[in-house]
């Protein structure tokens, strides 16, 4: 489940690896969304914060429609494709934090991670899952034990 692990073990694009991710696996059902920064071309040449839209938005049969705010933010309605990192989601939170986020609430359990190109935000990879499933999501979270944080809709304050 994890869309990073599977770009560096296969040598392909993340974008690659997500749709792969989500055409492969049926069980559990799931949500991957890789969103990408509008800028390319070498980071060191990238100008001012990172603008992310979403260029892969996958999911499985039986994930279903979710308005959650861990996937939505407070925009609701499930990620779009060429749709910006919506405010107040757990990628979000990831993007902000440069760290990898985990959290559960509102039936699903999702993971975020940043993707880091010469110490600059790039991507953010979300894969959201049903609850009673998210233990196909401990590889990724490495040492961090449970229980896991729960999300709340506390406002991400930019750090600068």
């Known amino acids: 489940m994890d869309v990073a692990a599977l770009h560096d073990a296969f040598g392909c694009a993340y974008s690659s690896a997500a749709l792969r991710l989500a055409e492969v696996v049926r069980d559990p059902p799931l949500l991957v969304v890789l969103y990408e920064r509008e800028e390319r071309g070498d980071p060191e040449g990238w100008t001012g914060p990172a603008v992310l839209r979403a260029r892969v938005v996958k999911r499985t049969a039986g994930f279903g429609a979710s308005s959650s705010r861990l996937i939505c933010g407070r925009r609701g309605g499930l990620p779009r494709r060429d749709k910006a990192l919506p405010s ?19 039936n699903l359990a999702a993971i975020a991670k940043p993707v880091l190109w010469k110490g600059r935000l790039a991507k953010v990879i979300v894969v959201a899952v049903p609850w009673e499933r998210r233990s196909v999501l401990e590889p990724q979270l490495g040492r961090q034990s449970r229980p896991y944080p729960s999300f709340d809709a506390r406002a991400v304050t930019v750090a600068s």
């Not at 990628?91 to 609430?105: F, K, N, P, Q, R």
Request: proline content about 0%; aromatic content about 10%.
């Open 88 to 106: 107040g989601s757990l990628a979000e939170l990831a993007a902000y934090s440069g760290g990898m986020e985990y959290a559960e609430g509102d």
